[in-house]
């Protein structure tokens, strides 16, 4: 019912800059929260950025002030601006959504993950 599309993983060196774009596309009413995941092996997945449609933020202490979370309400999409980057932010990235599929249906929503690797 609803797909997630992410872009702009990568390798990049540390103190470098990656940005990452989630668009939602399908039967979408409205769009509740937005937001980022990572997960490395043997971990659970853990939350690094979340929007509402507000725009009032929440993010993972170890990217505050580093990270910085966006979204364009009229494209469904949400983006995740990552600066001063360090190897232990290396990881697959997911896109989440929580969204009206119907006026009284919600769920939650996964992309397939796009891997961010930092270099020391």
């Known amino acids: 019912q609803v797909q997630l599309e992410e872009s702009g993983g990568g390798l990049v060196q540390a103190g470098g800059s990656l940005r990452l774009s989630c668009a939602a596309s399908?039967?979408?009413?409205?769009?509740?929260?937005m937001g980022w995941y990572r997960q490395t092996p043997g971990k659970q997945r853990e939350l690094v950025a979340s929007?509402?449609?507000?725009?009032?933020?929440n993010y993972a202490d170890s990217v505050k002030g580093r990270f910085t979370i966006s979204r364009d309400n009229a494209k469904n999409t949400v983006y995740l601006q990552m600066d001063s980057l360090k190897p232990e932010d290396t990881a697959v990235y997911y896109c989440?959504?929580?969204?009206?599929?119907?006026?009284?249906?919600?769920?939650?929503?996964w992309g397939r993950g796009t891997q961010v690797t930092v270099s020391s």
């Open positions: 399908g039967t979408i009413v409205s769009i509740i929260t």
């Open positions: 989440n959504s929580r969204v009206f599929t119907a006026p009284f249906r919600n769920g939650d929503y």
């Open positions: 929007i509402t449609g507000g725009r009032n933020t």
